[in-house]
């Protein structure tokens, strides 16, 4: 598995989670990545997403202002920071990576979900 996402947990609503997304491979991506979550019997979701030298972020309505998404090169990893969870928030987590340097919302591959729990 090229992505792996983790930092996932249990939550109290109002709280913060920083969920991470790491490429495996020793070169640094030239492609945007996003983070979508789901829930059962929903569809993926689309939740933000990070150009490929993280310049230019895109968030859904139901996070923006609440979420922020950011990457480090060096470690070629990318970040989701969640402040004011809300049990609305509560889904599996992932991370994909786009086929474009700028996300265009055709995903190339996924990695693995993290579970995220946000108690009220």
């Known amino acids: 598995v090229q992505l792996q996402a983790s930092g996932g947990g249990l939550v109290q609503a109002g709280g913060s989670l920083r969920l991470s997304c790491k490429d495996s491979?020793?070169?640094?991506?030239?492609?945007?990545v996003a983070w979508f979550r789901q829930t059962p019997g929903k569809e993926r979701e689309f939740v933000a997403a990070?150009?490929?030298?993280?310049?230019?972020?895109t968030y859904s309505d139901a996070v923006k202002g609440r979420f922020t998404v950011s990457r480090d090169r060096a470690s070629n990893t990318v970040f989701l920071q969640m402040n004011i969870l809300k049990p609305e928030d509560t889904a599996v987590y992932y991370c994909?990576?786009?086929?474009?340097?700028?996300?265009?919302?055709?995903?190339?591959?996924w990695g693995q979900g993290t579970l995220v729990t946000v108690s009220s």
């Open positions: 491979r020793r070169t640094s991506s030239n492609n945007a």
């Open positions: 990070v150009s490929w030298n993280g310049a230019i972020t």
């Open positions: 994909a990576k786009d086929r474009r340097s700028v996300y265009s919302g055709s995903p190339q591959s």
